[in-house]
Nanobody, 128 residues
Framework: QVQLVESGGGLVQAGGSLRLSCAASGRTFSSIVMAWFRQAPGKEREFAAA????????NYADSVKGRFTISRDNAKNTVYLQMNSLKPEDTGVYYC?????????????????????WGQGTQVTVSS
């Protein structure tokens, strides 16, 4: 079972930047596909970005494409989310997650519903 701890959230003005971190333990980090999700107040949790096991492939929601960058450091068992040009609608709790799929599953075939093992989340608030 993998344990996830997010950090790096905070209050920022629109147009600003934040970098989120997610430290993982309990499994071989380089063998797991990682993702970031977010949940705005009163809304369902939604997918934001995902990264393949080696870090060579990424996938983004249209709402964050071009502004957010997901990356990982397998030596540090950590995945990051660099968020630039933040907007008030980016406000929410950000969670990292693990794809619960077999090792042979191709990254591009992973469905958003296959992610889980949520951390406690980190709050991001963007003021206008």
């Amino acid at each position: 079972q993998v344990q996830l701890v997010e950090s790096g959230g905070g209050l920022v003005q629109a147009g600003g930047s934040l970098r989120l971190s997610c430290a993982a333990s309990g499994r071989t980090f380089s063998s797991i596909v990682m993702a970031w999700f977010r949940q705005a107040p009163g809304k369902e949790r939604e997918f934001a970005a995902a990264i393949s096991r080696g870090g060579s492939s990424t996938n983004y929601a249209d709402s964050v494409k071009g502004r957010f960058t997901i990356s990982r450091d397998n030596a540090k068992n950590t995945v990051y989310l660099q968020m630039n040009s933040l907007k008030p609608e980016d406000t929410g709790v950000y969670y990292c997650a693990v794809a619960h799929v077999p090792l042979w599953t191709v990254f591009s075939n992973i469905n958003e519903r296959e992610y889980g093992s949520w951390g406690q989340g980190t709050q991001v608030t963007v003021s206008s």
